[in-house]
């Protein structure tokens, strides 16, 4: 872009993003993003002391929270908190999978019950939980020089387009997440809230500081095969900075050999 | 369909039909069209004691259970009954909606949370826990003469569709439904076990005993723009003696007149 | 289903369908039911010489008509021709596929462009054509006992579904049939013309005299792992069957055992 | 965005654009910014001689081709001279909407049928022929810093999303759009190909020189509840620009009021 559209599409108002859940993948990459680009950052986990948060507090200034975003207390504490900080937020993004450990491709049959309602409030009901403080103070915001008066992005995966089998407790939880998407962007768009829904059709591999990119799960081979964490942070940058007469509501990332 | 046709599409197997979720819509009209097809039925309800329930049980030799399906030993408990007195399901039926009296019109800065999280449990978390019952059940049947261990139907809404303004939790727990349905299916179908889900994009409105039809808001004038529970029983029916060579997975219902 | 409600169900109105495409799988299996179940049954093939069609009209009285669905004026003479012999139509299936041979699995480099747009003219256009000739007549009928004036039919393929790689020219049919039956679905539902779309998720094997399943091509092993035309047609009928309070737009058919 | 990362997504190849269709809109606004980045630009229209192109060739040197799109051998023509003229393309926009003047606000049983295949052939059968051209061309292309050999982006509308009443050939053409878009996206990502579908759900209102906006008809008023084709020429770069790790292949873009 020229240095004029520039200007044009960046905000005049001070932006402050919060990403809820916290790890070396699209949250870290959306900290180191957002700071670079002058925002005020916050980054929520129900651990903040992990190395990698702490680093990010070291190299980018970014505000470290525990917070359990499925307890609706710990979630009205934690806007507080971020209201108090740094000021209300222009930019949530919800980046939580969700899945605890023992629900992993379990069939209908073997699935613990206990297990897929938490993978449920972990990831849908915390959406809604976060989704709801976030509207409540972006609508009092002054809308920026592109319309917004805030920006919600929810990260989401390929089990919100489509019920894969052994699966059964992450999709109820997408597709959660999809429906609560679409009717918050149908009710707070036209008030001048940009609500976004993320499918990531894609395992994600990180870029690390040698240059050589890694996979949550070690000795898994990582190459352009995987969506890079940084480019879905651009992604949701430029999102923020869509103009509110141009908005996308939702988009798929996935690599160019990813079969779908 | 002549005769011959008939008789071979009717399954060879007793059926066993539960319907959870029990009101005068469409488990009532399940309740009376399975039974009038030789089926034994069970209804599962918070409340068995409803006059509607009591009649089915006079009419049609219903059996009625209380159970609350959001709840994993109640659901145990109400299948090892059913089992006890009718023998193992071959046709499930969950029709249960789920919204809690205080959620509905709300926007998604005044819903209230726990609420919110009441409908999902009491809607897609409940057709978690009944299919996963009886998934465990039918995969043990022996195959009818369509090649059919058992079919689960889920009733949905239109909300599964699409993600309306002022009913985020609905939203929620109605795609939550159709994620689940979907893995199941797919995990399900190749084992002999038919899944389907059925949005009702449409007000239901029944047909009483007078032959006028009524809706669940006295005053609200019915007639043929609302759809009709006998003919949504009949396509459950349908559903059911639906060879396995060809099945269907989603059927969405609607009046002629709906806009959609 | 109890025989009162069959009743019910049936049309008072003499029933006349119309084929458009003939070949021995669902053309012939509808041509069959339909004219079991009591309606005039006419069938339209570029080539009704075929002995399939010659035997139809030898066993089931089914009437043969010469048509290039895709040549406008051809269209309208069928249509002429149908109401001259039959009365005019209250079931139409279109059932034309419409790939040209050298269109098969050719990549979007190799592809003939006349030959890409010949299948679009065979498949959607077509159906365009009958549609409309369909609808001109239908909502002059006067409706039946289910409030059908009458019902359209669109049998589709799963590239209407999803565009698979090397098959671009048929995705574009495919989509081109399912957007035009939804447009029209949402103008004629409301006239009380039954608009339907059945992409069929599947390979087609017919039964044969001996009870043996074939299938277009010789030496495929064909069990119930591929869609039987006689269950199509049992859901054609189904469909035409529906109450106008409880219709049904689309019906994904596919055998159990299916990747979806 | 820093200027660090700004170098990063940047091609390091010489960017050839090829907008096919040409207008005030979209097509203009494309011109127009990927002109400022660095590309060659060439434009193609039935009508090359409009004042509106001959201003983009003295304002931005923007290339005009004549080419009706929809013929085959006029096609093959158009890429020949581009390739000689500015080079392979790296980015192709199809921006044609196809709808013959007579065919808007048509019933199904007004509708013209010639009309409604020239709007099918206008459109979907173009972006086949444009597409395919393109594909070959950049199949060879060297891959640029992000991976990629080239983008093909279709510009789509609502009808792709949804079967309008009266619109069935619109309908039609804009769905056969989004199929083939699906299946070229599957094909020919894997080859290093960026393949976009992008429907604009909005009336599309453009900026003028004073400031003010405009749209197609004389008298609509315009703000942001119009699609600006600044910020879609915007998204289309950005697509152009994202790394082939991380690829988004469907964005709808819609104002903020739009209803949906």
Chains 1, 2, 3, 4 share one sequence.
Not at 46 to 62: D, F, I, M, S, W
Not at 108 to 133: C, H, K, W, Y
Not at 191 to 205: L, S, T, Y
Request: charged residues 20%; neutral net charge; glycine residues 8%.
């Amino acid at each position: 872009m020229n240095r004029a559209h520039e200007r044009e599409t960046q905000s005049s108002v001070q932006d402050v993003a919060l990403i809820v859940g916290g790890g070396p993948g699209i949250s870290s990459s959306c900290a180191r993003l957002f700071a670079q680009n002058g925002m005020r950052v916050g980054i929520a986990a129900r651990n903040p002391e992990k190395a990698v948060l702490q680093n990010l507090e070291k190299t980018h200034g970014v505000r470290r929270y525990a917070c359990d975003a499925s307890e609706p207390p710990a979630v009205e504490l934690l806007f507080a908190n971020v209201v108090r900080d740094l000021g209300a937020p222009t930019l949530l993004v919800h980046n939580i999978d969700g899945r605890v450990e023992g629900i992993f491709r379990k069939g209908i049959t073997e699935a613990d019950p206990g297990m897929a309602l938490d993978t449920v409030r972990n990831s849908a009901f915390s959406a809604f939980l976060v989704g709801q403080q976030a509207a409540r103070l972006m609508r009092e915001n002054k809308p920026d020089s592109n319309g917004t008066k805030g920006t919600i992005i929810f990260t989401n995966a390929s089990a919100a387009l489509k019920g894969f089998p052994l699966s059964g407790a992450f999709a109820m939880a997408c597709h959660a997440k999809s429906g609560l998407a679409q009717s918050m962007a149908r009710e707070l768009m036209p008030q001048g809230i940009h609500v976004v829904n993320v499918p990531i059709d894609a395992a994600i591999g990180w870029t690390q500081e040698d240059g050589t990119r890694a996979h949550r799960l070690a000795g898994v081979s990582v190459d352009d095969n995987m969506a890079d964490p940084d480019r879905i942070a651009e992604v949701y940058l430029q999102l923020h900075r869509q103009h509110r007469s141009t908005w996308a509501f939702e988009i798929v990332l996935r690599p160019w050999v990813e079969r779908w």
